[in-house]
């Protein structure tokens, strides 16, 4: 077989490999889509599966906004999730810092520390902490769930933030403090600047950890009023019923704000993943 030959059957394989991903990622997707706009008699017809609805209806989106209060979800959702995103940020942002730059006692310890946390599942440490937070009065609040979702997501953003100032060469902050820059004017005109996607691509993961997370808001928070996107969905599987019009709706609202974070961010979001190739 000549090398001709080799390389059009290995694109050729590769092509069709992508193409099964893809499909794999992108189907799913486009039946909630779809499944959101049909009426419940055609979503619940097994018999005669419709790859587009027949009858095009607002009726689902309507229901979940009119009957089901969506719009208190997805308030409690941004509060929780934004705010979560940001203190864990700026925390990564000082943490990542202090483990690049310093050279202290425990350092490796630390950083070990933080590793080891990312093998224990979050699931572990919800009872400790439910009997923390009872008694602390913490119990079916949105700090409760603020505080856990911080606790589980900073480690990973922390170790993630001290590589990226880990690829910045300290010899730039050093020549800004020859130029006059005091230590936190280096930091914030010159290393923070240029840490800009890094930065971007830890509050998206802390966004998207608090955001789609439904075991601890389930076990935390007991009344529809606190409820998030994922525990509110969660109440419309019943033992014998399904919600299956009103469910994908709610799907597909719920991807709305992380598709268009996505679209937004995904310049930085890139950059920050391959930032600082080239280390000093």
């Not at 709706?249 to 310049?267: D, E, I, N, S, Y």
């Amino acid at each position: 077989m000549s090398r001709k030959a080799k390389n059009a059957i290995g694109t050729t394989i590769r092509v069709i490999v992508l193409v099964f991903f893809f499909l794999l990622v992108v189907l799913p997707i486009y039946w909630i889509v779809i499944t959101s706009f049909k009426t419940s008699g055609e979503i619940l017809d097994v018999n005669n599966l419709t790859f587009f609805p027949k009858t095009f209806t607002w009726q689902n989106y309507t229901d979940l906004f009119e009957q089901f209060n969506y719009g208190v979800l997805l308030k409690n959702s941004l509060l929780v999730s934004v705010a979560s995103a940001l203190v864990v940020t700026v925390f990564s942002m000082l943490g990542g810092y202090s483990l690049a730059r310093y050279k202290f006692n425990g350092k490796q310890a630390v950083v070990l520390f933080f590793l080891i946390t990312q093998m224990i599942p979050g699931i572990l440490v919800i009872i400790p902490l439910y009997i923390i937070f009872s008694k602390m009065g913490l119990i079916n609040t949105h700090i409760g769930l603020f505080i856990y979702y911080v606790t589980v997501n900073l480690p990973f953003c922390v170790i993630t933030m001290r590589s990226f100032f880990e690829r910045i060469p300290i010899t730039l902050e050093e020549a800004a403090r020859v130029d006059g820059c005091t230590k936190m004017q280096s930091l914030f005109k010159i290393v923070f600047p240029i840490m800009f996607p890094g930065i971007v691509s830890v509050f998206v993961f802390g966004f998207i950890g608090a955001w789609n997370e439904l075991i601890a808001g389930s076990i935390f928070i007991s009344t529809p009023e606190m409820w998030t996107i994922p525990v509110g969905l969660k109440t419309l599987i019943g033992k014998y019923n399904v919600e299956w019009g009103l469910l994908m709706a709610g799907g597909v609202m719920a991807l709305l704000p992380t598709a268009l974070m996505f679209a937004a961010m995904q310049k930085f979001i890139v950059e920050g993943m391959t930032a600082g190739a080239v280390k000093e």
